[in-house]
Structure formats: C-alpha cells, structure tokens
C-alpha cells in the first residue's frame, strides 16, 4: 500500500482511535466499536472501510455481525520511512537551520 494512503487513512483522529482501540482490546465488531467511539454506526462503518481500503483493518462475517481485527504489520512502510528519517534527524536539523538564515 502507497505510504501516504496510509498516512492518509491515519490523517483522521476517529480511525486512529478505532485503529488503537483493535490494537489494544483485539477483535471486535461494529457495534461494540460503534459504542465506544460515541459515532453513529455508518459513520463507525465508513472509517473502517477506509482502514479496510488500506490494509490497516481486517474483517470477518458472522451471521450478520462482521468483526473487525487490526492489522498492524499493514504499518511496516511507515514504519520504514519513519525510521530512515529518525536515523537521518541529525542532517535535517542543520539544514533547516541553515535554510533558515538564508531567507
């Protein structure tokens, strides 16, 4: 998945929190979800399709409830990047500052 539909998918407070609370407690389905974020159901719906979209968030039906579970390895690339980036702070921040003087 392209790294900033991810980022994109993470952009939003609301699926953050539904994001961390399938990290946290583990499988659960809508309305339990739905119950905890304090949104109506379609709009609980709408945000795990989009982290659905993404690989964030994987599904299961049963009977006529489909429980959500998180999949937290779909961070691996922003992970990646983050990491490259952490390792490299040290650059950044002289050439910032040196940008800085310049304007």
């Known amino acids: 998945m392209p790294?900033?539909?991810?980022f994109n998918a993470l952009s939003d407070p609301t699926r953050r929190t539904l994001f961390e609370r399938l990290c946290c407690i583990g499988?659960?389905?809508v309305r339990a979800l739905t119950n905890y974020a304090g949104i109506s159901q379609p709009a609980v719906s709408?945000?795990?399709g989009v982290l659905k979209e993404v690989g964030?968030?994987?599904?299961r039906k049963e009977g006529r409830q489909t429980?959500?579970?998180?999949?937290?390895?779909?961070l691996a690339p922003m992970i990646s990047w983050v990491a490259v980036h952490a390792v490299h702070q040290h650059r950044l921040q002289p050439c910032n500052a040196k940008k800085r003087k310049d304007i």
């Open 67 to 74: 429980h959500y579970r998180a999949k937290p390895q779909a």
């Open 3 to 6: 790294l900033n539909q991810i």
């Open 27 to 29: 499988e659960q389905n």
């Open 56 to 59: 964030l968030v994987g599904h």
């Open 46 to 48: 709408k945000h795990l």
